[in-house]
Each structure stands twice: as C-alpha cells, then as structure tokens.
C-alpha cells in the first residue's frame, strides 16, 4: 500500500469512528431514507435550506465502514453549497466512483471525498459508497416537489 492509500484509508477509517454530523435535524425542510437491499443497511439524510444553499445537512442510520465515512464526508464538504454546486458534486462523484475519467474541475470541487477514489476497484463496494448520495439526492428532488418525506429509495438498480 503506498503512503497516499494509506493516508486515504486512515480518513475513512476516523470518518467511520467518528462520523461528522451524525444524527437527526428535527424538521428538516427535507429527507430521504435510503437502502441497501443486498445488505440491509440504511440512512436517513436530512437538510435545512436557506433559499438556494443547503444550510445544515445530518445523516443517521447504520451501514458498514465505507458506507457511513462516505455519509460523513459528503456532509462535510456539501455544508453551505448551493444546490447547482451539489448537484456538480453529486454528478462528479458518481463518476469518480464508477471508474470514469474526471476533469480537473471535478477533482477540485470532490474535496476530500477524492479519498473514496479506491472504491471503483471493488464494484460490490460501489453501492456503500453511493448509499447517502443517492439518499441525498432523493430528498433534494423531494423538495422540489414540495414533498417533505419520501419513501425508502433502494439503490439495487445501480
Ligand atoms: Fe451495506 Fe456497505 S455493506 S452499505
């Protein structure tokens, strides 16, 4: 292992031990449940907005370690984004994960969440590290449509 994957595996390890940002909002503007059906684990990920930025974002629920530290670091670094930023991020991580070339505005605005790079190498791996995001994403497009609470979204079609 080289002193970069090991720095990278060191990260993930303290965001599974000391996930950032763990925990309910209480009314949240929206949420989203998100579940794994291949393993059982599953998050709930709520935001507060303030007119086009997420303003507090929290993620509860159990899953294993690449899942939850990617639960983490995306609460992380989408804290205070505008909803055009995080969909780029959204976008830009889901090709970082699948393996797909990135442009160098794509690894800039990935943060640290460049750290879950390695998880293309292992695709059982693929659908911990997108469990959130996708979550995210379900309770983003929620609010758009006025909806507060959606229903649990699977993401076995991945
Ligand atoms: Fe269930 Fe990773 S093993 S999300």
Redesign the pocket.
């Known amino acids: 292992m080289t002193d970069l994957q090991e720095l990278y595996q060191q990260v993930i390890l303290d965001h599974n031990h000391h996930p950032r940002n763990f925990g309910a909002i209480q009314n949240p503007d929206c949420e989203a449940e998100g579940y794994?059906p291949?393993?059982?684990?599953h998050y709930k990920v709520y935001c507060t907005l303030d007119g086009d930025k997420i303003k507090e974002i929290r993620f509860s629920g159990e899953?294993?370690?690449?899942?939850k530290s990617s639960a983490s670091i995306m609460t992380e670094i989408l804290q205070g984004r505008s909803k055009e930023e995080v969909l780029r991020i959204l976008d830009a991580f889901q090709k970082m994960i699948k393996g797909e070339e990135l442009k160098e505005e794509d690894e800039e605005i990935l943060d640290k969440a460049a750290v879950l790079a390695g998880v293309k190498d292992y695709p059982m791996?693929v659908?911990?590290?997108t469990?959130a995001w996708h979550t995210l994403k379900a309770a983003l497009e929620a609010f758009e449509k006025k909806e507060k609470t959606v229903p649990v979204i699977s993401t076995d079609k991945e």
């Open positions: 794994n291949l393993c059982g684990d899953g294993c370690a690449i899942s791996r659908k911990c590290a469990l």
